[in-house]
Each structure stands twice: as C-alpha cells, then as structure tokens.
C-alpha cells in the first residue's frame, strides 16, 4: 500500500481552504471530464510504473488511470467532498487495479509528503502559491525519489492581469520554469521545460490556450 498522510490541519486558512473547495465541488455533480489529464497521459507513458504522488488528485481520473497502468497510487486533496466522489468512482469500477490508488486528505502546503518516497510526483494544474522560502515546493521535490520524475503542469499565465476585485495574482503562483530554475542541475536533470498549445478544451470560464510544462528527473 502506498504512503498515507494525516488529514489536513493546521491554521485556519487552511481549514477555509478545504471549506471553499469542498463547496467548489459541491456545487456540480461532476467537476472535471473523467479523463486524465493529456499531458500526463503523454510524459508517463513509457515509464517503468512504481509510487506515483497525484497532488491535488480531484475527483481521481489521472490517479486511476496511473493504476490502471501498474502504479502505486497516493492521491492526496485538500477536498474531502473531491476524495469521496474519487472513491466512490473506484469502488464503481470493481477491479483490481482500483486497489492500488490509496485516497489519502491532506494539504500538502503544510504537511510535507514523505521524503524520497515516489517515482513520479505529478502535479497538474495545481495552484501553488509561491513562499519565500520555497517550503512547500522544496516539500514536493524532496518526495521524488532518486532516479524518479517530477511532472509539473500548469496553466499558461502569462499576460494575464492581477484582478483585484477577487485576490489574484499570476504572479504569486509558482510556474514550471520558474521551478525549473530552483532545481540544482546536481540533483536534476530537466528533460522539458516549455509551452504547449492545450490539446483540450480550456476549463469552464476560462481562456486558456496553452499549458506550461516541466518534466525532469531527480539524479542523486
């Protein structure tokens, strides 16, 4: 079985911030499409499957799919309304592979995944809020095991404007070339750094074209 972690705790930020994403969830029946995610589909596939890290796992697409595939899957969300609708979808499905996908509620902004513990680490469309001392990231990037990948995928945003009016900031969210330029090239190995047209349709409200992307592997 895969790594569990406690459940999310800790300042009441926080707390509001799994309250406004279990609302987020309730709010539609079904929030995302069911498929994984294009740009996983195409960097993982290939890789020799082991312990998969799924940050921000949603309603489970890309963490099953990764099971469907031979991997070991922690599937880590803040939402519990998001982790009950993932296994249930599971437990939907009667097969083997669904067992391998261990759900797992924790905001891994303030309780580290443990070290060295995954094969691949995939964040997708995560919004990970930049710190000063990088403490959350440097969490994530200590938790890809030597000779394992970290897939970090996101919205383009470049060119578009703080809004005020609702608290946002492009600039306060991580992006893969940014964190592409903290990785130590002793450690790192960077296999894509870029930006690619989406293959997708941009989500519900939104006008995004193109995704960012990293992928590298960690070397020592």
Do not use: K
């Not at 963490?63 to 899957?73: C, D, E, F, H, S």
């Not at 691949?120 to 990970?128: A, G």
């Not at 578009?160 to 492009?170: I, K, M, N, S, V």
């Amino acid at each position: 079985m895969t790594q569990q972690f406690r459940p999310a705790t800790g300042p009441v930020g926080i707390q509001e911030s799994a309250e406004s994403w279990d609302a987020m969830y309730r709010s539609r029946e079904q929030v995302f499409s069911g498929a994984p995610n294009p740009v996983l589909v195409g960097e993982v596939t290939g890789l020799p499957p082991g312990q998969a890290l799924d940050v921000g796992c949603g309603e489970g697409a890309d963490a099953l799919w990764l099971a469907r595939r031979g991997w070991q899957v922690t599937a880590v969300d803040v939402s519990q309304v998001a982790l009950r609708r993932a296994a249930a979808t599971a437990a939907d499905l009667a097969t083997d592979f669904a067992d391998r996908v261990a759900w797992a509620r924790a905001d891994l902004t303030a309780t580290p995944p443990p070290a060295e513990a995954f094969d691949l680490v995939s964040v997708q469309y995560f919004p990970l809020r930049r710190e000063p001392d990088h403490t959350a990231l440097r969490g994530l990037l200590r938790a890809v095991a030597p000779g394992g990948t970290l897939l970090f995928v996101s919205h383009d945003l470049s060119g578009l404007a703080p809004r005020p009016e609702d608290g946002f900031d492009p600039a306060d969210y991580y992006e893969p070339d940014g964190i592409a330029r903290l990785l130590d090239p002793a450690d790192w190995s960077v296999e894509s750094n870029e930006t690619r047209p989406r293959t997708t349709p941009p989500p519900a409200g939104t006008h995004h074209t193109h995704d960012t992307v990293l992928r590298a592997r960690r070397v020592r």
